[in-house]
């Protein structure tokens, strides 16, 4: 079974510019999240998908991040524009419920300069 | 609210046996725990659904107290594959807070 596919795996974006990233879940996984992951911090949702709508999106800072899941499968997330607080890895993820294991992509590594 | 993770980092030798402990100031459903390696994903473990309850994933177990609304994860003979990050994630209102991670260094 092929697990949460992610891209691009690496970013450097000058501040001010935009971004985007996509995630592509675990065939038949109704819920899919994003994170952002700070270095040496856990992991912190951003938003969370079920099917293609969002349940959850109070810790998405909405003045500069989006989210999209139009068809209910792949999504993507995007930052405009970026800020230097931005830098962290964003780690994609889905599960079959939103109470059920959730599994990680690979991230996407963004360096904002 | 984050659940607060100790210790911050431990070092072993292999074989030895180190003990991390998660705890949160909220009622929980359920507890995830994974481990992350440098550069790399984090990887699901095991999940813990109900109070008291036990699982285990090779030599690494996990117990659930629900009424102290703790959880700890037991490494076991340690081997040098065990180093890690291991990040409990806490189960409310259907999110995952995830603490702030113990670093483990199994050294030969």
């Known amino acids: 079974e092929a697990g949460v596919a992610q891209s691009p795996r690496y970013k450097i974006i000058e501040k001010r510019q935009s971004v985007a990233f996509w995630c592509n879940p675990i065939?038949?996984?109704?819920?899919l999240y994003w994170y952002q992951q700070i270095l040496g911090q856990g992991p912190k949702l951003l938003i969370q998908?079920?099917?293609?709508?969002?349940?959850?999106d109070s810790q998405l800072p909405k003045d500069r991040f989006s989210a999209e899941r139009l068809k209910g499968v792949d999504s993507t997330l995007k930052i405009q524009p970026a800020k230097l607080e931005d830098s962290a890895v964003y780690l994609c993820?889905?599960?079959?419920?939103?109470?059920?294991?959730?599994?990680f992509g690979p991230g996407t590594r963004l360096t904002v300069l | 609210q984050q659940p607060v993770q100790s210790p911050q980092a431990v070092i072993l030798r292999e074989g030895e046996d180190a003990v991390i402990n998660c705890s949160s100031s909220?009622?929980?459903?359920?507890v995830h725990w994974y481990r992350q390696k440098h550069g790399e994903a984090p990887v699901f473990l095991m999940i813990?659904?109900?109070?008291?309850e036990q699982k285990g994933h090779e030599k690494i177990s996990a117990s659930f107290n629900e009424k102290k609304q703790q959880s700890s994860l037991y490494l076991t003979a340690s081997q040098l594959s065990y180093s890690g990050t291991y990040f409990c994630?806490?189960?409310?209102?259907?999110?995952?807070?995830f603490g702030a991670g113990t670093t483990v260094t199994v050294r030969a």
């Open positions: 993820a889905s599960s079959t419920g939103r109470t059920d294991t959730q599994y």
């Open positions: 065939s038949g996984h109704a819920t």
């Open positions: 998908f079920q099917n293609n709508g969002v349940v959850d």
């Open positions: 909220k009622a929980l459903y359920s």
């Open positions: 813990l659904l109900k109070g008291g």
């Open positions: 994630g806490l189960q409310n209102d259907y999110k995952l807070s």
